[in-house]
């Protein structure tokens, strides 16, 4: 199948991270094995989903060494949304390609898909490899088990190409993403006895205003890296519930908040000034009023930072075959720091862009998938 053909049966899956993606993925690999290629899953512990690695020897049969090209297959929700159109069902019009995930990002693995019968038939030294994961838009939480996977298997690529939308232009680093849980504990009583009461919502407030404090300082005091477009580390609250009736003091409030930090800040630096302000300011007070107060914090899904270095060969490589030397840094987040973490230089580079991206009517330009098979095509021939 062509790229436009394998983006329509992509779309058509609703991987939803919230869903299964074992459809699309086993499809894949059905279609892969047809082609003599083999493919090994990787399942989350329910078993219901599954990451994809499958490696086309070089022309002598090896494995070792290559490049992988990676993508993730979930999608984010289209809940609220509106579409002009079903958003699982590409369509085509004034030369874009629309559909959930379109852009984010089946469209890359749209491309290296029909770019593989190619791939097989040249002459290549080195093998290639390609990397489905799932639940990277929940935190970069499938990877991980594929890439444990991959270390057990003793396989060792040279380089990895993130094909998230850049424009196909070159990416070398990207933010840390660190996503955390907050459950504050406090008593509940009537509110017209507010003050028997332990008011969980309120703590959980200030808790949330110091978060801001903290994020305010980073903006205003930096560490500063002025290739990002927010050249600071942020951190901010995107989701609370508490309570059950507006005249009852609330025993219980939960929030959750992320923070993405520049790659030279150690995340738990960060952490540490929440946790600081938890233990010092908020429990004693909570516990003034009710000793068996509590807060707990739990970390979520993270996913590090990139930083690629210059003088990595994938690096020189995507350069050369982008021709595209400028310095690019984006505050989104990417597996690229995991590939990176287990020893594979990693870069990012893919077809679309990034603000097309998570909103209604998304879209891919198709003459960014011609631009992103031509750069595989290069990809393919160089190594």
Not at 204 to 222: F, S, T
Request: negative net charge; contains cysteine; hydrophobic residues 40%.
């Amino acid at each position: 199948m062509n790229t436009r053909r394998w983006l329509e049966t992509l779309v058509a899956f609703d991987t939803t991270s919230r869903n299964s993606n074992l459809a699309l993925i086993e499809t894949v690999r059905d279609w892969l094995k047809g082609l003599g290629v083999q493919a090994w899953l990787v399942h989350n512990p329910e078993r219901t989903k599954a990451d994809l690695f499958a490696t086309l020897p070089a022309q002598d049969g090896g494995e070792q060494g290559g490049i992988v090209l990676s993508g993730h297959t979930d999608v984010v929700p289209v809940d609220g949304q509106a579409w002009t159109a079903d958003p699982f069902a590409l369509q085509e019009r004034d030369g874009r390609l629309y559909g959930r995930g379109a852009c984010d990002m089946k469209g890359f693995i749209a491309a290296a898909l029909a770019m593989i019968p190619e791939f097989l038939a040249m002459p290549r030294r080195k093998p290639l490899h390609l990397a489905l994961s799932f639940d990277e838009e929940v935190g970069c939480a499938g990877a991980p088990f594929m890439l444990a996977d991959l270390r057990e298997r003793g396989i060792r690529p040279e380089g990895c190409v993130v094909g998230e939308p850049t424009g196909m232009q070159v990416v070398v680093a990207h933010k840390g993403i660190n996503l955390y849980r907050c459950r504050v504990h406090g008593k509940a009583a009537h509110s017209s006895l507010t003050p028997h009461g332990c008011n969980a919502i309120e703590y959980a407030a200030r808790l949330i205003c110091h978060i801001r404090d903290v994020a305010d300082a980073y903006k205003a005091k930096g560490p500063y890296d002025a290739f990002y477009d927010v050249p600071f580390s942020t951190m901010t609250t995107n989701l609370i519930q508490g309570g059950i009736a507006v005249n009852t003091i609330p025993d219980t409030c939960e929030f959750s908040y992320e923070f993405r930090n520049l790659p030279g800040i150690a995340p738990g630096d960060i952490q540490y000034e929440v946790q600081r302000y938890v233990d010092e300011v908020l429990l004693p007070r909570m516990r003034a009023e009710f000793p068996e107060a509590r807060i707990e914090l739990e970390a979520g899904p993270a996913a590090p930072g990139l930083e690629a270095s210059e003088q990595a060969a994938i690096t020189q490589l995507v350069r050369a075959l982008t021709r595209d030397t400028a310095t690019r840094k984006v505050a989104y987040g990417t597996e690229a720091g995991l590939f990176q973490g287990i020893g594979i230089p990693t870069v990012v580079c893919g077809p679309g862009h990034i603000a097309q991206a998570h909103k209604p009517d998304e879209y891919v330009a198709l003459d960014q998938l011609s631009a992103c098979e031509a750069f595989l095509r290069r990809v393919g021939l160089s190594i």
